[in-house]
């Protein structure tokens, strides 16, 4: 994939706004590992996916398929009939099971106790077309109904978790800044695309040694921060000395807890505009196309 199409994905699939995810997430319990995220109830798994059930997101879904992804504004070379008939025919399904997608949480980038390394932030449905596309379908609950809030190609927030689970257990989450997919298993970070490899290495590190490098990535960057006041954005760069930094840090202890910062909002740089936010727009779904298919 071109850098230019991973820019394209990245940007549609960054959080759609700060927030949405405490509606997710449900009080940690006292048998969970240090570090993990709240899961999501069943229930809750379920009535988003009856959500993306319903025939009017389906027809959209279609459409989504039709115009091989380009938003409603966007010009086809087809005509309205034509792309009708091509959305019926794309006769959308689901596919395999409708997941909670996390995100990293601002609360442990800063430091504060007991934040986990990531909170649910949406619900993710793959839907198959007939000639084989895919796509992702976003859920969110907002004033106590769920409701689709996006359709991007591909299906990465679904591919990810099964890979995570195929591959020993664990929950898999996303460092957006980056687009890295990582799981969190028996303490440790470990990555599941090259993303998250050029991050935390092929092996891996322990959970202190990852909040200590997102703490030194992110943390002047929380809400509150210059560089929030600023309005700043534009996404982070793993460099050469990041990935020595990440190497030194899987012997080094937790830093001590920062001040700043909480586990109910995202990182400035992911709820802002670093990677570019999808807008909501009433209720409607908002289509999205996710250049490129990537596998790590």
């Not at 879904?61 to 992804?69: D, E």
């Not at 198959?128 to 859920?139: F, I, N, Y």
């Not at 050469?240 to 080094?252: G, I, L, S, Y």
């Amino acid at each position: 994939m071109t850098d230019l199409s991973k820019a394209r994905r990245a940007a549609v699939t960054v959080l759609l706004a700060a927030g949405l995810g405490l509606a997710l997430a449900p009080a940690a319990h006292a048998d969970e590992p240090a570090g993990a995220p709240a899961p999501v109830p069943a229930a809750d798994l379920a009535q988003a996916r009856d959500a993306v059930q319903s025939p009017a997101v389906l027809d959209k879904v279609g459409h989504f398929f039709a115009r091989k992804g380009v938003p409603p504004t966007g010009q086809l070379t087809i005509g309205a009939a034509e792309e009708a008939q091509a959305a019926s025919a794309a006769a959308p399904q689901l596919a395999g099971d409708t997941v909670p997608v996390y995100t990293l949480d601002a609360g442990f980038v800063a430091g504060t106790p007991g934040a986990p390394v990531a909170k649910a932030e949406f619900t993710a449905s793959k839907v198959v077309a007939a000639d084989g596309q895919t796509a992702s379908v976003w859920t969110v609950r907002q004033d106590g109904t769920w409701r689709v809030v996006n359709i991007a190609s591909g299906g990465d927030e679904s591919d990810y978790a099964a890979r995570a689970a195929a591959s020993g257990g664990g929950t898999a989450f996303r460092e957006p800044q980056l687009n890295a997919w990582y799981v969190l298993r028996d303490g440790r970070v470990l990555p599941l695309d090259d993303e998250a490899r050029r991050s935390v290495g092929t092996d891996g590190v322990s959970l202190a040694a990852y909040q200590k490098l997102v703490h030194q990535r992110y943390g002047d960057k929380l809400p509150g921060s210059a560089y929030d006041r600023a309005g700043k954005g534009g996404g982070y760069q793993v460099d050469a000395a990041a990935d020595v930094a990440v190497n030194a840090a899987a012997n080094v202890a937790a830093p001590e807890p920062a001040r700043g910062g909480g586990a109910s909002v995202l990182p400035a740089v992911t709820a802002g505009a670093a990677l570019g936010a999808t807008a909501l727009v009433g209720a409607g779904a908002v289509l999205r196309r996710r250049a490129g298919a990537r596998r790590g």
